[in-house]
Every structure is written in structure tokens, then in C-alpha cells.
């Protein structure tokens, strides 16, 4: 683990840890060894997904090549199938490390949305949306694509 001065959230137990193991509901669309996409309840764009490692660290900083590698494979695949299921004028991909760049949860997380109708992204509240919600947005990528967003 590389040594570092940011200053991270504590959010123990880790949410994203919790989706993955299955303790806490949530829609997990694809998974490899190395990642996951998730349909995040809060929608802050269209199709808003999170791209997040399958192991456990809080920052950029602590992800190994073969991590970096698929991790940005993976956000431009959610791209691409979020452009192609909404067909979108943009495509927003943030990520952020340490509470001062606004780090809600101490595990490394991409977020990739298509833009609103007016433009942007959403970062003031919006409402959490059901499982249920969630797992309609991953059908609806699931059909408009014609390859998976994981690769193995």
C-alpha cells in the first residue's frame, strides 16, 4: 500500500464491500475478479454507473496495474453502453480521493453518467432510487448493448 497524506472518509463497515458480498441489496450489473459495475440508487445523470475494484482500497493510489488497466477499460465500456442505451450529447466519468476532493466512500470508485437534459450532472440531492429502479436501468443497458461492459 502506498504511503499517502490524503485524508479518507471512515465509513466502516464499506458500503461497496457490503453490495459485493451480498449483504446489502443492490443492483451489481456485471463482475469480474478485478471489477464491478454498479447501477447507483442515487441517479445524479442518466445511467448512472459506479465502476469499482472487487478488492477492498480506498484511493487511486493503492490500485496495482492490472487494476488501473481494468478499471479504465471498464469506465470506457460503461461509457460507451450508456451512450449507446441514452444516446446522451455527453458522457461525464468523475473520481475523487481523500475527503477533500469529496471521497464519500473509502473505496476507489469511477463514476460514469450520461448528461442531463439541461446539461451537466446532478450534485445536490436527488432521491435514492429502489433495488427495483436500479435493476429496470441495468436491464436497459443490458439490452441496447451488443458486448459486455465487463471483460474478463
Known amino acids: 500500500m502506498t504511503e499517502s497524506s490524503l485524508e479518507l472518509p471512515n465509513d466502516e463497515p464499506c458500503a461497496f464491500c457490503d453490495y459485493l458480498s451480498g449483504k446489502r441489496a443492490f443492483t451489481i450489473l456485471c463482475r469480474t475478479n478485478l471489477i464491478a459495475v454498479?447501477?447507483?440508487?442515487?441517479?445524479?445523470?442518466v445511467g448512472h454507473l459506479l465502476v469499482i475494484p472487487t478488492r477492498h482500497f480506498?484511493?487511486?493510489?493503492?490500485?496495482?496495474?492490472?487494476?488501473?488497466?481494468?478499471?479504465?477499460d471498464t469506465v470506457a465500456a460503461a461509457a460507451?453502453?450508456?451512450d449507446k442505451a441514452y444516446e446522451r450529447p455527453g458522457i461525464a466519468v468523475w473520481q475523487n480521493n481523500g475527503t477533500a476532493a469529496h471521497q464519500a466512500i473509502a473505496h476507489l470508485h469511477f463514476h460514469v453518467a450520461g448528461t442531463l437534459p439541461g446539461g451537466g450532472t446532478n450534485f445536490g440531492e436527488v432521491p435514492e432510487l429502489t433495488v427495483e429502479q436500479t435493476d429496470q436501468i441495468a436491464r436497459h443497458l443490458a439490452e441496447a448493448i451488443t458486448s459486455p461492459i465487463c471483460q474478463p
Open 38 to 45: 454498479l447501477v447507483t440508487r442515487d441517479q445524479r445523470g
Open 58 to 72: 480506498p484511493t487511486l493510489l493503492e490500485a496495482t496495474g492490472e487494476e488501473r488497466h481494468a478499471l479504465i
Open 80 to 82: 460507451a453502453a450508456i
